[in-house]
């Protein structure tokens, strides 16, 4: 069956200056990422869900490049240049967040995960709160019937503080290590609520590392 094309939305010469500024900066932090030394290999099997934090999404996103991956980010003008950044690098993105597009986007990635593709998904995003999970990864993996993995990612970088997330930029060359865990969903009964999940699954993931990000004093 052929796939919908979604209209995208209309948009004003400021706004679309705004989106071509952020689409290149984008790509820019995609090239600088092009220079950074991965010390392991996520121990995952695939297909399945990959659940990350918003922050640390670049340097596990250019590991995956060009690995047939599927992911999410929201339609404001800040997930829109990232998902266009992304989709250079072979990614299929769904623009969608709980507030605009989530169910469309939500559904497109499982037609993803079905069709046998691995599916990242930012699980505190789009607008946080800041490493606080929510339920998309467990969901989707629960109706795609794949296993679902925990993943942080270990790197020395700038942090973004004007964002949400407080987005880190890796530094040119820096050390990558990945942290990964199978989340067992199949311990869990279909009768047990999604938020109990949700909980356990965010204190595996906070566990797998320390957070390094210190608010200014």
């Known amino acids: 069956m052929a796939r919908r094309q979604r209209k995208e939305k209309v948009i004003g010469p400021a706004q679309k200056l705004a989106r071509g500024i952020l689409i290149s900066f984008m790509h820019g932090l995609f090239a600088l990422c092009g220079t950074l ?5 996520p121990e995952i099997e695939e297909p399945c869900v990959i659940a990350v934090f918003h922050d640390e999404l670049l340097a596990i996103c250019r590991y995956y490049a060009h690995s047939d991956f599927a992911t999410i980010a929201s339609q404001n003008h800040f997930g829109y240049s990232i998902g266009k950044a992304m989709e250079k690098y072979g990614y299929e993105v769904a623009l969608g967040s709980p507030s605009r597009g989530g169910r469309d986007a939500f559904f497109q990635l499982l037609r993803a995960a079905r069709e046998g593709r691995t599916v990242a998904f930012t699980v505190d995003g789009s607008r946080g ?8 990864a467990i969901m989707l993996a629960r109706k795609a019937k794949m296993p679902l993995y925990l993943a942080r990612t270990e790197v020395k970088g700038w942090r973004v503080e004007s964002t949400w997330d407080k987005f880190k930029i890796p530094y040119p060359g820096a050390k990558v290590t990945f942290h990964t865990e199978r989340f067992p969903l199949e311990n869990y009964s279909s009768d047990i609520d999604v938020e109990v999940i949700m909980k356990d699954a965010q204190e595996r993931m906070r566990a797998l590392l320390t957070d390094d990000y210190r608010a200014p004093a």
């Open 129 to 136: 709160p800041r490493h606080e999970m929510k339920a998309g």
């Open 37 to 41: 030394r991965f010390t392991n290999k």
